[in-house]
Nanobody
Framework: QVQLVESGGGSVQAGGSLRLSCAAS????????MGWFRQGPGKEREGVAS???????YYADSVKGRFTITKDNAKNTLDLQMNSLKPEDTAMYYC?????????????????WGQGTQVTVSS
């Protein structure tokens, strides 16, 4: 059974930084996608950044140059370093994983999700 546990959310002022971490367990796929997604109040869940088993990355245009996704295969963790945060980054952030690479940015293809961690950015 796949388990994903996020941590690292919190409240910061605009321009600040946060680092999210996702501890993953229970999956043995050698080819996969992992990603960070977010859902703001009244909005649909959207892709923020993803990385596949080959370490190819994808970033949403809104976070390019500010966020960095990394994975540590030895520790089975997925991190998201978020710098220069903006109020519009306020959302619940979720970690997710799916088997097979390709279309890593597609929210609907993921069926393994963490419980989420709240990020609030004040102006």
């Amino acid at each position: 059974q796949v388990q994903l546990v996020e941590s690292g959310g919190g409240s910061v002022q605009a321009g600040g930084s946060l680092r999210l971490s996702c501890a993953a367990s229970g999956f043995t796929w050698s080819i996969y996608c992992m990603g960070w997604f977010r859902q703001g109040p009244g909005k649909e869940r959207e892709g923020v950044a993803s990385i596949d088993s080959a370490s190819d990355t994808y970033y949403a245009d809104s976070v390019k140059g500010r966020f960095t996704i990394t994975k540590d295969n030895a520790k089975n963790t997925l991190d998201l370093q978020m710098n220069s945060l903006k109020p519009e980054d306020t959302a619940m952030y979720y970690c997710a994983v799916k088997p097979r690479s390709g279309l890593c940015r597609r929210v609907s293809l993921y069926n393994n999700w963490g419980q989420g961690t709240q990020v609030t950015v004040s102006s």
